[in-house]
């Protein structure tokens, strides 16, 4: 059975224009870059076939980018009548390209409760009547919990959140760790 033809993709030379500067500029990600080299190349006419192998894409995904592309035609030629600028051009070229949220749980505890767990790490542990000399994740969790900033907190969480915000400079940890006797 032959393969289906794709969908052919007209651009408009200030949206060839925008596309070449994406993928020109080195600073862009490199999925911008190539989902951008994936319409031009499909406004020359390529198939998904010669797309995927170009871009080291499966066929589905050139496809799904041809898709998206063609469902936001109205949006970008909506733009180019109202005579936007090239910058609200490609802001909304880009937001076609870029990723769509994806599904999964929310998150656990907000940036303010993130925030106050790191200062109670900061604080010394004799100003909370802890007779340590220095925090552990569990004592900092079990603190966290007493003042009410959490319901619940496993150890493990807090040494995550203490452990992203340090430099890369130290090479271990800089919370004190239980040790097993």
Excluded: Y
């Amino acid at each position: 059975m032959p393969t289906p033809l794709a969908s052919i993709i007209s651009l408009s030379i200030r949206e060839k224009e925008v596309l070449e500067r994406i993928v020109r500029q080195s600073t862009n990600s490199h999925r911008l870059v190539r989902r951008a080299q994936l319409v031009l190349g499909a406004a020359q006419g390529k198939s998904n076939t010669e797309l995927s192998a170009q871009l080291e894409l499966s066929r589905t995904q050139v496809q799904c980018w041809r898709d998206r592309w063609q469902e936001a035609a109205p949006f970008l030629s909506e733009a180019e009548s109202e005579e936007v600028g090239d910058t609200a051009l490609r802001q909304r070229i880009e937001s076609i390209l870029c990723d769509k949220p994806r599904p999964g749980t929310t998150a656990t505890f907000s940036l303010e409760q993130i925030v106050q767990i790191v200062a109670i790490a900061c604080e010394l542990p004799a100003t909370s009547n802890r007779p340590i000399s220095h925090w552990s994740p569990a004592e900092v969790a079990d603190e966290a919990i007493k003042r009410g900033i959490v319901e619940q907190i496993s150890p493990r969480s807090v040494g995550r959140f203490l452990k992203g915000g340090c430099p890369p400079t130290p090479s271990g940890s800089i919370l004190a760790q239980r040790q097993s006797r």
